[in-house]
């Protein structure tokens, strides 16, 4: 079955310090991938993708994500972290014939400063 | 612009009650998702709505049953509430149908409590 694994469910920083959240998919092909951002009462806003191509993406805030085949991994990163940075952020999958994402559990950002 | 909205922001049911959520598509959108997001999960597909009719379907019973109207707006209704339909329902737009080419742009979400 296709799914979508995020390992950490929290992770805490403090503010400035590099951040890595990690991201495994299991699919029969690569899938599209996804990494969103879900702030305290709002909806998921789109942080980057990945379709094909250059296995590193940028995407906004400051954020970029890695594509490795050979793990089945699609982690987060940024290199330095804001107290803003701090919600909840979801990694997605979608097969390229569907129209049915795969959300992770989500892992929960802490800040500290 | 206005992005997406939901109706309302939250509400309490009863089991066995019937609920009706409402979303507003973004400007310029033609499809709209909807997603059950349960506390400390992922958001779990419910169905699509493209041109008023049902275009894709997750795993979930008849009692969650949708609509799209002329104007592009959406409703999900939900029937014989249990108590595991307590969640977070959330609605997504995009232009056209598709997968990942089609980027989704996300409402703040409906809090459902079912009592």
């Known amino acids: 079955a296709q799914s979508v694994t995020q390992p950490d469910i929290h992770i805490t920083v403090s503010e400035g310090a590099s951040l890595e959240l990690r991201c495994n998919y299991s699919y029969g092909a690569t899938p599209y991938l996804f990494w969103y951002v879900q702030s305290p009462g709002q909806g998921l806003q789109l942080l980057l993708k990945?379709?094909?191509?250059?296995?590193l993406v940028q995407g906004i805030k400051g954020f970029e994500a890695e594509f490795k085949r050979s793990q089945s991994s699609f982690n987060l990163r940024k290199p330095s972290v804001h107290w803003s940075d701090a919600a909840e952020y979801f990694c997605a999958a979608l097969s390229g014939g569907s129209y049915i994402p795969t959300f992770g559990r989500g892992t929960s950002l802490i800040v500290h400063p | 612009d206005a992005g997406v909205t939901q109706s309302p922001t939250h509400l309490i049911k009863t089991r066995g009650q019937q609920v009706t959520l409402r979303c507003s598509p973004k400007s310029g959108h033609d499809t709209v998702s909807w997603y059950q997001q349960a506390l400390g999960q992922g958001p779990q597909f419910i169905f699509q709505y493209y041109e008023e009719e049902e275009r894709q379907r997750g795993n979930f019973p008849d009692r969650f049953s949708g609509h799209q109207f002329p104007n592009y707006s959406s409703e999900l209704n939900v029937n014989a509430l249990l108590l595991g339909d307590s969640a977070l329902y959330l609605c997504?737009?995009?232009?056209?149908?598709?997968?990942?080419?089609?980027?989704?742009?996300f409402g703040p979400g409906t809090r459902l409590t079912v009592l």
């Open positions: 990945y379709f094909s191509g250059d296995t």
């Open positions: 997504a737009s995009s232009l056209g149908v598709g997968g990942g080419g089609n980027e989704q742009f």
